[in-house]
């Protein structure tokens, strides 16, 4: 199959999209649909609301067997009215991995990874973003800017200059560089700021008059939560609708998790799913953890983390707009919020790689440390079936380098490589 536009007039016929409204995540004020929207009045996240009785009767189950194996296939829960502002790079249904080596190691439940490092630029990104530059092309925006701790920029640089829509991409100094490089690479106008994400929150902020640009930080517009809302949709889908009972997610903004709870929720208005939960868990690192600061303090929002600092640049995130989003789920779904050292993170990430021939990227192992500490602590009981999000393929982040030399001037000695 092909991912031009003439693809989406084989596969898709003009839908009716079933979005009624957007309300406001904190004090429900409602706003209309089919307008440009950033935060609400009281400076909350919006969410995107469908009609649902409709939604459940224009689609059953069984219509997704006889589509495309991406994420288009759940277009009836997406906000796009028109299939020609649909942008296309090939979004594939990701992997569930089972890691039975690891799971016999820990002793414990059942453990499935669910490699969003296939989705196109390498993240789980694309699926926010993907959706975010559609709605944008719809509502005629043809400028938009993001700070970025790398993935999120490189998915709205390639997302965008597909779409020819002109990008401006900030990033803190300690972005990966390459990230910096493949932003820029794919089409961005890419700056790097010396401070951190939340200071080129700001540049993005405080230029919109200047530059004219739209703003699509995280959860600053409403639909990047319904891109990430097609990982729930996914998951229950690959798992025969019966959902995990946990998922440990790498919370930075927490737009994916915030996104699955929405699918989880609009998948048992329409009857697809009962009122089981997986329990959330928020996995963050000990160098940057103010959600888990928040939940060990019982609070429903978070201080700003000082000075942030972790190896898992996607969730180096002090400050996140949805901190009560998130919290309000992972307390409602019996959850909890977790914190791990950089340490445990890479010998997670090398055991992955080196048993299970999985590479994690550092987010994604930061699930797995935090699985192993918590099957000790007994807050998971090893009866409990879990999936772990890897949300990037490790291939953008350093890897340790082992080998070694073989110098062809003196030869090759077999005995020196047998005993390597
Ligand atoms: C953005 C990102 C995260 C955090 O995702 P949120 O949904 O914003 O919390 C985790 N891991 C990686 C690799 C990321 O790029």
Known sequence: ?????????????????????????????????????????????????????ALGNAISKEDLLTRQPEFWRYREFLPIRKSE???RLGEVMTPLLPASKLQKELGCGEILIKDEGRLPTGSFKARGLAVAVAMA???????MAMPTNGNAGAALAAYCSRAD??????????????????????????????????????????????????DVSTLKEPYRIEGKKTMGLELAEQLQWELPDVIFYPTGG???????????????TIGWIGSKRPRMVAVQAE??????????????????????????????????????????????SNGFAVAVSDESILQAQSECATEEGVLLCPEGAATVAALR???????I????RVVLFNCATGLKYEMPSDHQEINLMEGVDYNVIRQS
């Open 1 to 53: 199959m092909t991912f031009g536009p003439e693809n989406n007039e084989l596969t898709m016929e003009e839908l009716p999209s079933f979005v009624s409204h957007l309300e406001c995540s904190y004090t429900g004020k409602i706003y209309p649909a089919d307008q440009l929207h950033g935060l609400s009045e009281a400076g909350k996240p919006l969410l995107v609301r469908y009609d649902l009785d």
């Open 85 to 87: 502002n649909i942008v």
């Open 137 to 143: 092309k719809e509502l005629g925006v043809t400028r």
């Open 165 to 214: 829509i002109e990008t401006f991409v900030f990033c803190p100094q300690d972005t990966p560089q390459v990230n910096v490089q493949e932003i820029a690479f794919q089409g961005a106008k890419t700056f790097l700021a010396n401070g951190y994400i939340n200071d080129c929150g700001k540049i993005v902020g405080d230029g919109k008059d200047i530059m004219g640009w739209f």
């Open 254 to 268: 927490g737009t994916g998790l915030i996104g699955m709870w929405k699918a989880f929720d609009e998948l048992e």
């Open 287 to 332: 160098g940057c953890a103010p959600i888990v600061r928040a939940f060990d303090k019982g609070d429903r929002h978070a201080e700003p983390w000082h000075d942030a600092s972790t190896i898992a640049s996607g969730i180096r995130v002090p400050a996140a707009i949805g901190d009560f989003l998130i919290l309000d789920i992972v307390r409602e």
């Open 373 to 379: 500490q918590e099957l000790t602590t007994g807050r």
């Open 381 to 384: 009981k090893p009866t409990e």
